[in-house]
């Protein structure tokens, strides 16, 4: 049985923006986490799902969708301790996150070594980034681990911040390099028919947008740190006006960060422009499939090092729509010149070497000096923008390759199937390094926890320590139902073995810890000896037992 463990469940962020557009707001990595998840439910042709036990928020829930429960048949909920019985099997650890340090804490837990773990970068330009790569020397990582990067530039960008850090570090071999992990290059994934153009003339229609009107449409983030400052096409479109009377720019998308949609409407009312402008902040899903079909030019001018792929442009291509986009970081990946649209010049700034330390944190709600003087070419963009709005058929042109591209490179089913290759190497590569090793390495991924906070209590003990039932252990084994109440989460404790526990209690006088928990499983039981010792020390902590110090107490 291949067995997949996703270490994540994403809540559905598109339905969250629908429900409360001023509120939440969309980050790439959030939608592509959510989205994944949903793609590999669809395609992917491993026999198990493996999710960590979260709480349900109030809405939003993946669970609640049909999609998991037509696949409810391979979907399992596990609690962290239940990972332990998979040291067996043939299991992948995923997660939709840079955060693959996490999972070999999971790792560790199942006893396997050669299991291999995957993650994805997002964005890198954090100024705390090069902290969570030092993170990463000291998570025992093996070389079958892998960072997926979803595009060329964003594993240039990594593999430069792994040099860093490399360099940084005093190593006792000169030569040796802590990280061994994987760059391979996957791009983000898309359900491609979702954006296939179906009843254009309602969209537009519904939009109010004329019969002959050219719709140039920009979706993503109106944000100038983390993803692109809209005043400059604002700016160029004041130019393109004068000379294309049809021609109409609709700026979409979450405004929640900066809360631009004022500014950018008053520079378009400064330059003439503003009757020509539609601006829709936190639109909801149809609204946003509903533009996409209906526009006929996509523009995304990027001057954000937070973008590493962008996944609007895969949405663009999937609509048919030919491509503007800023030649910067994976748009170069995604938009061939020429073909399925133009990547526009881009300048990075010269400054002193003290800028690094002002230039701003990567925050995407902090200021960012480098991304407020990035330059996208705006005479270049012009000139795209007019090649495209007076040329229909070169539209159609740029546009039919983007969609056979999209289709063909960026669709879901695409990406799974390489993923799915990938682990499958990963899992003969780790087996072939030899099973169950035990890793070499500087893992500072666990520690004592009673080396550490051991004095934070009156008293250590160990499971030989002896225990009694109480007068209320007493008085709840008559009342077995009230066990369920200290039963929870119930992916840990079991009001049955508290019963028998208490049980072999009452029968048996003194026992200790140790004999109680062997006591508690059955034949038919799993074996799980921190679990069985948890539901000893759980009685104890309820008053349900107690210790020979503690009646020692209570007798003076």
Not at 244 to 257: C, M, N, P, R, Y
Not at 277 to 287: D, E
Not at 366 to 390: E, F, K
Request: aromatic fraction near 8%.
């Amino acid at each position: 049985m291949r067995t997949l463990y996703f270490h994540y469940l994403p809540s559905d962020f598109e339905d969250l923006k629908s429900l409360e557009p001023d509120r939440t707001t969309l980050f790439g990595a959030n939608v592509y986490g959510s989205e994944v998840f949903q793609a590999l439910l669809r395609h992917s042709s491993y026999d198990r799902i493996l999710l960590p036990e979260t709480p349900r928020p109030p809405y939003g829930d993946l669970r609640d969708s049909a999609l998991f429960a037509a696949n409810s048949h391979r979907i399992q909920t596990v609690a962290e301790h239940e990972m332990a019985a998979l040291h067996r099997e043939h299991v992948i650890l995923v997660t939709p996150s840079i955060n693959i340090d996490e999972l070999v804490h999971i790792r560790s837990v199942m006893e396997h070594t050669a299991t291999p773990i995957m993650g994805v970068i997002h964005s890198l330009n954090y100024t705390s980034q090069l902290k969570w790569v030092l993170r990463l020397v000291f998570s025992a990582l093996e070389p079958f681990d892998v960072l997926s990067c979803s595009s060329v530039a964003g594993q240039h960008a990594l593999r430069k911040m792994i040099q860093l850090v490399e360099d940084a570090v005093a190593l006792s071999e000169p030569s040796a390099s802590l990280l061994r992990i994987k760059t391979p290059i996957i791009p983000l994934g898309l359900e491609t028919e979702r954006f296939r153009c179906r009843d254009r003339e309602n969209a537009r229609r519904r939009l109010s947008i004329g019969e002959n009107q050219c719709v140039v449409l920009y979706f993503g983030r109106f944000s100038p740190t983390s993803k692109a400052d809209l005043l400059p096409l604002i700016t160029a479109f004041g130019e393109l006006v004068r000379d294309s009377q049809e021609v109409i720019l609709a700026l979409a998308g979450d405004d929640t960060e900066w809360y631009v949609t004022e500014a950018i409407r008053g520079l378009a009312q400064e330059l003439g422009c503003a009757s020509r402008l539609m601006l829709i902040p936190n639109p909801s899903r149809a609204v946003k499939d509903q533009l996409y079909i209906a526009s006929d030019v996509f523009v995304s001018p990027v001057d954000s090092l937070q973008e590493t792929f962008g996944i609007t442009i895969i949405e663009a291509m999937s609509a048919g729509l030919p491509v503007v986009a800023s030649d910067w970081d994976g748009y170069r990946d995604t938009v061939i010149h020429e073909q399925t649209g133009f990547l526009i010049p881009t300048l990075l700034p010269g400054y002193p070497d003290r800028f690094d330390e002002i230039r701003g944190t990567g925050n995407m709600r902090t200021a960012d000096l480098l991304a407020a003087t990035t330059t996208v070419s705006i005479p270049a963009l012009i000139s795209a923008l007019r090649a495209l709005v007076v040329n229909p058929d070169l539209r159609r042109q740029f546009g039919r390759a983007g969609e056979r591209r999209a289709r063909e490179v960026y669709d879901w089913a695409v990406i799974i199937k390489q993923y799915e290759e990938l682990w499958q190497h990963l899992k003969e590569e780790a087996q072939h390094a030899g099973k169950d090793r035990p890793t070499v390495g500087r893992s500072l991924n666990s520690y004592s926890y009673r080396g550490v906070f051991g004095h934070y209590a009156t008293k250590n003990e160990d499971a030989q320590m002896e225990v009694f039932i109480s007068d209320i252990g007493r008085q709840w084994i008559r009342r077995p139902d009230l066990l369920s109440h200290i039963s929870n989460p119930k992916s840990l404790f079991s009001p049955e073995y508290f019963r028998r526990a208490l049980t072999v209690a009452l029968d048996g006088g003194a026992s200790t810890v140790a004999d109680l928990a062997s006591c508690i499983r059955s034949h038919e039981d799993h074996t799980d000896t921190i679990r069985e010792l948890a539901h000893v020390w759980r009685l104890l902590k309820y008053g349900l037992l107690e210790t020979a110090d503690l009646r020692t107490d209570l007798h003076k």
